[in-house]
Structures are given as structure tokens and as C-alpha cells.
């Protein structure tokens, strides 16, 4: 069965710096994706970034980057010079191909102080 | 465009009252989820409908939970019964794909309140 497990149940960081949040996932599927969500204190799930498993390529988007590595099963987020507006409860997901649900991790509390 | 609304915001009932929460998806997309969110705690798949498929209801808690789609479009997700574990956030999600290939796209939720 598919499991996602982000040991980091929460973190706090100084504005300006950078934090990497870690995903790692498991699945017996060939295909899959893998999302990450932000979940900011208004309660809403904003979608961030989905991969599909057979593109392990990095991805880059402004301050906001994620590595995925097959070898290891991870995933994970790195922001970059870290802003107060980045404080929320990050979510990253995983869904196979022959599955209807998608099955998400805990979830890890960032909190990016002043 | 509009995304994924849901109704009510908030939902406040006694123990062993019916409820029901409504979820608009986002126009054309053939699937819709429902999750839920404990306090503190990551999302809960409780029911998948694709299309005009036979709904997976492999998620819901108990028998006192039941959702339909009509229309291929609104869904209404009904908690008969309400117990206080029942107190949660339910989400509804909304894709264009389905059975995992869709990116989800998630409404405000509904804050239920059991007391």
C-alpha cells in the first residue's frame, strides 16, 4: 500500500533562511505522483507542484524548489530565504496509478519568525 | 475561473443530528473527492466519483456516511447520526483526470462541529 511519512512534525526557522522539509514515500506502483500542498492558517489546501515518477527531474520555481530521487524515495521541498508568508502546515501526497485515493503525510508545521 | 466552493463554511450540530455538506467542483472536472481533516492532523480519503463510475466508497468510517454526485457535477456528502468524533474539516477536492493522474484541486472546506 502506498504511505508517505514527513518525519518533521514541525519547524522553525529565522526570516532569510533557507529550510528544506523532507517527504519520502512508498508504493509498489511503477507509476505515480507525488504533490506537494501548502496549507496556510486560512485552512485552504494550495496546490504547489506535482511529478510523475517517471521524471526525476528537479524543479525550480522563484524561491521554491523540490528534489526528487527515486533511489531513495524522498521528495522534498527546499525554500530559499524563507518569508513569514511561507508560515503554513506543508502536505506532500502520493497517488499510484491504479489507486483513487491519494494518500497524504502528516504534514510539517513551518513557522518563519520576524 | 472558479475553483472548487463548498457550503457551509462552518457547521455547528447536536449529537445525533443528520448533516449534509455540499461541494460545487471546479466546471469539467469528471472527478471529486472527499477527505477529512482531524484537528491537527493530515487528510482522510473517504469517498472518490469519477464520472458516472460506481463511486469508491472505500473510505468512508462507518455506514452512517453516504455521498452522491448529481449530475456529474455537485456532490453532497450526509453524516447521519452526528457523533463528537465526527468533528472535523471536510474537504472536497476536484480533478480532470482521475484514478491518481489528476492534479487535485482542493475547496475551503467545511469546519463541523459536533457538540
Known amino acids: 500500500a502506498q504511505k508517505v511519512t514527513q518525519a518533521q512534525t514541525e519547524i522553525s526557522v529565522v526570516e532569510k533562511e533557507d529550510v528544506t522539509l523532507d517527504c519520502v514515500y512508498e508504493?509498489?506502483?511503477?507509476?505515480?505522483?507525488l504533490f506537494w500542498y501548502k496549507q496556510p492558517p486560512s485552512g485552504e489546501l494550495v496546490f504547489l507542484i506535482r511529478r510523475n515518477s517517471f521524471d526525476e527531474q528537479n524543479e525550480i520555481s522563484g524561491r521554491y524548489s523540490w528534489n526528487f530521487q527515486k533511489s531513495t524515495s524522498s521528495f522534498n521541498f527546499t525554500i530559499t530565504a524563507s518569508q513569514v508568508v511561507d508560515s503554513a502546515v506543508y502536505f506532500c501526497?502520493?497517488?499510484?496509478?491504479?489507486?483513487?485515493?491519494?494518500?497524504f503525510g502528516a504534514g510539517t508545521r513551518l513557522t518563519v519568525k520576524p | 475561473g472558479a475553483g472548487v466552493s463548498q457550503s457551509p463554511s462552518n457547521k455547528v450540530t447536536e449529537k445525533g443530528k443528520d448533516v449534509e455538506l455540499r461541494c460545487d467542483p471546479i466546471s469539467g472536472h469528471t472527478a471529486l473527492y472527499w477527505y477529512r481533516q482531524s484537528l491537527g492532523q493530515g487528510l482522510e480519503f473517504l469517498i472518490y466519483?469519477?464520472?458516472?463510475?460506481?463511486?469508491?466508497k472505500s473510505g468512508l468510517p462507518s455506514d452512517r456516511f453516504s455521498a452522491e454526485r448529481t449530475g456529474g457535477s455537485v456532490s453532497t456528502l450526509t453524516i447521519q447520526r452526528t457523533q463528537q468524533e465526527d468533528s472535523a474539516v471536510y474537504l472536497c477536492?476536484?480533478?480532470?483526470?482521475?484514478?491518481?493522474?489528476?492534479?487535485?484541486?482542493f475547496g475551503p472546506g467545511t469546519r463541523l462541529l459536533v457538540l
Open positions: 501526497a502520493l497517488s499510484e496509478n491504479n489507486n483513487n485515493d491519494m494518500r
Open positions: 466519483f469519477q464520472g458516472n463510475s460506481a463511486p469508491d
Open positions: 477536492a476536484s480533478s480532470l483526470g482521475g484514478r491518481g493522474r489528476g492534479t487535485q484541486y
Open positions: 508504493t509498489r506502483d511503477t507509476t505515480y505522483y
